[in-house]
């Protein structure tokens, strides 16, 4: 197997705070091809949006511990000079955010804010700039384009910004794409044709998209592989249909079930996780999901609150549990609804 | 923006009217006669009767208001000066001189010392501001915010005196502060009366810019839209003065516009500090002689002022902030 796109390697995120030191990304590893999606799922304060930052290298580095490996392209980001970054940022790698509205600064034209990113790593003039900026959203389907470039962000519905948004992060046409959420905060049809949008410019370019989200059914959409998050670890990965319908982690059939599916029955009860996410300060022991797990008590030897288990991946595959297979077979079944995928 | 001059124009004419009158009519029923104090020691009911037909002080008072009103936009005769043209904030009995003259003899100093003084703490506040907000949590923001604080708690009239007793009197470092050259006849001479009172004065105001810069900047370098800057691939330097310096400087240019109004209505205790003969000095003097039509003068200058800046400062945040909608 050759070198991936973008290799992840044991990354490790942690910020000190006044109560301690904050684990928010713990030893996660994953690769990502070429014209390939990973969704990346969790919960709030997961890790999900940490990593991408990390993979940006925007984080505070005197506030934030930095350890793994994460190579683009050949390139190592970790240890990069901020230098190397900003030449990388924006242009080879970049990243839509979830608040569209709050991400694009209220003081600037909508078109200076493209442009400002194409003109800075292609040194472009800034008539050039300005078609390119009006290229570009007109590709992400804002009317009358040349009108709008000169628009401020307030002008614009959320739909549109969020459009604005991937215009921006596009313009120079990236290898690596992160979405952090950028469907979240829109409404369903306008959710709809943004992920068309996403997936159109992944044909026509290539490009590798890291999806965050803690929406199954927007992994379901979109997603080639699925990687899911609990506690700044890796608890499952593997592609689409092997998460989707055959989850092999209590965290993941957990979030599973918590979900209404359109081809099951209507009158069977949604079935939440009981407890609330993990503190990062103060992780639990062992399992970090075990707490809340319903099979803890299945492992004998109470492994679960003492020993981490280890993520064993083949062939992309993985989960990190404790329970054996026949027994995840047993139990799973029991609790499994029918699935749509 | 023509609409919100205009609109902002007759609403700040409104404001002046009403300060005008309420200011009018108070000092009118002080207990002190300003014909009583014009007329000398040995005042006969007639030459009292006479003073008070000279000064305008004998008609009703709604009447002599109006007189007033006319006086500002039409000028007024005085039957012991002559006429005197508008706008005429009034005659002052004590001077012996329309109002209007006074102001406009002691306007420079005034603002000379408020412009200068408001370069200095401008450039002093925001630059050690910005500073902090960098170096957030470490040495030099310590220093700078505790310096900031003991700044704010400083007294004029103790630091100025100190600070002319040492720096003028026994170190011969700058001249003694005066208002005696104007910017225009010797600029050099201007710049020395000056130095001394600007310094002075700004460190009181330079702690304010300095709490406020870091204030907002600690906040708007850590909005959403500074880190998409970053995200961008833009430079440090880029992302700090385009966007976060951008998103901080609105507060401060309000504060600075509302400083500047209230500076020129008269730095009063500065000027008595520094012996300069600002607005400040005149307001002093004017309370001192019971001066009804001067302190009418520099009340109506001080609003004016105050009520100018807030249109301007309005003006300057809708150019800052694309939201903000002039109407």
Not at chain 1, 118 to 125: F, I, L, P, W
């Amino acid at each position: 197997m050759s070198t991936p796109f973008l290799s992840v390697r044991d990354l490790r995120v942690h910020f000190s705070t006044e109560d301690g030191i904050v684990k928010a990304v713990d030893g996660l590893s994953f690769d990502l091809e070429k014209g390939k999606t990973l969704g990346i799922v969790g919960e709030s304060g997961s890790g999900k949006s940490v990593t991408n930052l990390a993979i940006l290298g925007l984080h505070n580095r005197e506030r934030t511990a930095l350890e793994g490996e994460i190579v683009l392209d050949g390139q190592e980001l970790l240890t990069a000079s901020e230098r190397t970054l900003e030449k990388l940022r924006g242009n080879k790698m970049s990243m839509i955010f979830q608040d569209a509205l709050a991400s694009l600064s209220p003081y600037h034209k909508i078109g200076v804010q493209i442009a400002e990113t194409y003109r800075k790593h292609t040194g472009a003039s800034k008539k050039e700039a300005r078609d390119r900026a009006i290229e570009m959203l007109r590709r992400v389907g804002i009317p009358q384009p040349e009108t709008r470039v000169d628009d401020y962000p307030h002008q614009f519905s959320g739909g549109m910004r969020q459009r604005a948004m991937i215009a921006m992060a596009l313009v120079c046409d990236p290898e690596l794409l992160i979405a952090d959420e950028p469907t979240t905060a829109l409404d369903v049809t306008v959710q709809a044709q943004i992920m068309d949008l996403l997936k159109d410019l992944q044909q026509e370019f290539g490009t590798a998209i890291i999806f965050i989200t803690h929406d199954l059914g927007v992994i379901a959409d979109i997603a080639d592989d699925v990687l899911v998050m609990y506690g700044g670890r890796c608890v499952e990965r593997g592609t689409k249909k092997q998460v989707l319908s055959t989850a092999d982690h209590p965290y993941t059939l957990g979030l599973l079930n918590s979900m209404p599916s359109l081809d099951g029955p209507v009158d069977v009860p949604l079935s939440p996780i009981p407890g609330s996410p993990p503190s990062l300060l103060n992780p639990p022991s062992g399992c970090r999901f075990h707490p809340r797990c319903a099979f803890a008590e299945k492992v004998a030897g109470g492994l679960c609150s003492t020993e981490r288990p280890t993520l064993e991946v083949a062939d992309g595959r993985g989960s990190a549990c404790h329970l054996t297979a026949e027994q995840k077979r047993e139990l799973f079944s029991d609790f499994a609804a029918t699935r749509h995928n | 923006m023509f609409r919100f001059l205009v609109r902002r124009t007759i609403g700040a004419a409104v404001i002046l009217l009403i300060i005008s009158a309420i200011t009018f009519f108070l000092f009118y029923v002080a207990p002190r006669d300003p014909a009583r104090v014009a007329c000398g020691k040995v005042c006969t009911p007639q030459t009292l009767a006479l003073v008070k037909h000279n000064l305008g002080i004998d008609d009703p008072l709604p009447v002599q208001y109006w007189h007033w009103l006319e006086g500002v936009f039409m000028g007024r005769d005085y039957a012991s000066y002559g006429h005197c043209n508008a706008p005429c904030l009034g005659y002052s009995f004590i001077n012996r001189e329309p109002v209007t003259g006074i102001i406009l003899d002691r306007f420079p100093t005034t603002i000379s010392l408020a412009l200068g003084s408001a370069v200095v703490f401008f450039v002093f506040g925001v630059g050690t501001g910005m500073i902090a907000a960098v170096k957030q949590g470490k040495a030099l923001d310590k220093i700078a915010s505790s310096a900031s604080l003991i700044g704010s708690s400083l007294q004029i009239y103790i630091v100025g005196i100190v600070a002319m007793f040492y720096l003028s009197d026994e170190w011969h470092l700058l001249p003694r502060p005066n208002d005696n050259s104007g910017f225009t006849d010797n600029a050099g001479a201007w710049f020395g009366g000056f130095i001394l009172p600007w310094f002075v004065l700004a460190i009181i105001f330079t702690a304010n810019y300095t709490r406020m810069t870091r204030s907002q900047l600690v906040e708007t370098l850590s909005e959403d839209y500074v880190r998409t800057a970053r995200a961008k691939g833009l430079s440090g330097r880029t992302v700090f003065f385009r966007f976060a310096w951008r998103g901080a400087m609105g507060p401060i240019v309000t504060i600075l516009g509302l400083d500047l109004g209230s500076l020129l209505g008269g730095a009063v205790i500065t000027e008595q500090t520094f012996g300069l003969h600002g607005i400040g000095a005149v307001s002093v003097k004017a309370v001192k002689d019971m001066d009804l039509p001067m302190l009418l003068g520099v009340t109506m200058v001080a609003a004016g002022a105050i009520v100018v800046f807030n249109i301007v400062v309005d003006a300057v945040y809708a150019l800052i902030d694309p939201r903000v909608r002039l109407a």
